[in-house]
């Protein structure tokens, strides 16, 4: 079956042309004339209709909105349009704005404080067009920004960073369009499902009892509240009991955060000492964050989400990978959304698909194996295996994806990105512009990450998305990596205030460089195949 690409969406523009007040004037009778002054009014002879003062030339508005152009943003000025404040500890950020000629102002942004006084930090420099933090500012620094101002977050970025947020977006997606959304793997999140995966964890034929499964604080990143249970493992039937049990809810909430994910986490952390022999002090320090952990997580009741483990998955020389993609929100009044490559992330041990002992031998998210070259490997060097791996299996695929298997998977995951946009349409660009909103920024942007695994029939499943994603960590690979996608970051951002600034439409992005377009409003890509749906035991 042939790929389809489609396009939807089609709309006509409007555009709203603000017409500005006249202000209230004084009339000076004494320079009417006695005809003006003494005029009175003919009732017999009103109009009836108002066709009589439309003039012939009159434009409609409607109809040509590309001779009337887009309503002006407020202009940068000319002495700041060059001047980006950047946390200091985005130095591949700030080596970004550099390589575009900008003057880069570096503030801290490590505490509750400084997510408050960045701003005003900023602005005591001398002013800014651009910002640019790895966390979001408090809501408090949200309102201290002008009309022209540029931030890399988003006012509702919340609801696509939730691991939560996004399921139930998709879910809700999915029922209103009519749709599948094949790539995100099957997913409960408690307490809200728990009814359904109580049925679903039931013994009997196609139990979810003989699946593997995952088992995730939504809040938490960099491995850390998660674990991963086998079929039939001693964990799944302990959930199954929990969530079939005639307890309460938040009793039942807080045995499995406790039992399934803090003491597996804990267990795990003491193998780690043991093997690494870590230090007294290190291993004070880890446990106070596993502490501040559980305390946060408890203090906000914490939702669980609970979803299927990908089995048969492609693995890269015996080692698990997963892929790491970005997605540029390069406006968001009006939403242009572009795709672009990223790279496989690579747990540095090998792994048997059948051991769910240790969690972190299934992760590849760590900071940590980031540093290392080896755990990093970039689209052009994964081609080849990939190329070899079809090839050797071409009973199991179309011609079109022999021809050129990454695009195949690419192609996929510009497809789920636009999905997860178009789920979020109505909700994440808020905030922007209005008076009863969070800031008077005019528009802004926001550099995301996608997260995928891929299967050995090619499929690629969504794990998670990110808002400011990973640009911390720096092998001397992801610096070079870096210094090709932020420039262009930048730049494009550069290209939609120019535009706006102007009037003109920001719907065509000239200097897109290796961003493709996924979604704005009048476009939403979208890419159709047989997925495999055999189920495949780990």
Known sequence: ?????????????????????????????????????????????????????????????????????????????????????????????????????????????????????????????????????????NPFAWAK????????????????????????KLRAYSIEKGESIGFVPKSFILPNDRVALGEHLKPGKDSGLDE????????????????????????????????????STDQMMLNVRHRLIYDQNLKELQVEEKKNQTTELQQKQARNKFAALQKQTEQAKSSVIVQQYVCDELDYEGRKFDIRIYYLIASARPPIVLYHHGFLRVNPNKYNAHDFNSTKDHLTNLGAFEQDARNIVSFDDWKIPLKKFVEDNPN???????????????????????SVVASQHDIAFRGYGVEDDVTKMENGFALMGGDFIIDRHLNAWLTEVQEGPGLLHESPWKENFNDELLPSVIEIVEEVTEKQTAGEPVSTIENQGDFRLVYNDEFQYRYSFPRSNKKVLC
């Open 396 to 418: 199991d695929f179309t011609q079109d994806i022999r021809d050129d298997p990454l695009e195949h998977i690419e192609k996929q995951f510009m497809n789920a990105i636009a």
């Open 1 to 137: 079956m042939e790929p389809v690409i489609q396009q939807v969406f089609e709309t006509d523009a409007v555009v709203k042309v603000q017409v500005p007040k006249v202000p209230d004037m004084e009339v000076d009778t004494t320079q009417m004339s006695e005809t003006d002054a003494g005029m009175e009014i003919d009732v017999e002879n009103l109009v009836e209709s108002t066709e009589a003062f439309v003039p012939d030339e009159l434009i409609s508005i409607e109809e040509e909105s590309d001779v009337l152009g887009v309503t002006p943003l407020t202009a940068v000025p000319h002495y700041i349009r060059k001047i980006a404040c950047v946390d200091k500890d985005q130095t591949s950020v700030i080596r970004a704005f550099q390589l575009r000629g900008f003057i880069v102002h570096e503030v801290s942004h490590a505490t509750s404080l400084d997510k408050i006084a960045v701003v005003e930090k900023c602005y005591n420099r001398g002013g800014f067009a651009l910002l640019w933090t790895h966390q979001n500012i």
């Open 145 to 168: 920004l002008r009309p022209y101002i540029r931030y890399n977050h988003v006012p509702e970025a919340y609801y696509m960073n939730s691991k939560v947020q996004l399921l139930e």
């Open 212 to 247: 593997p499964w995952v088992v995730k604080l939504p809040n938490c990143e960099g491995g850390k509240g998660i674990s991963m249970f086998g079929q039939n493992s001693t964990a799944i039937k302990i959930l199954s009991k929990l969530v079939n049990m005639d307890i």
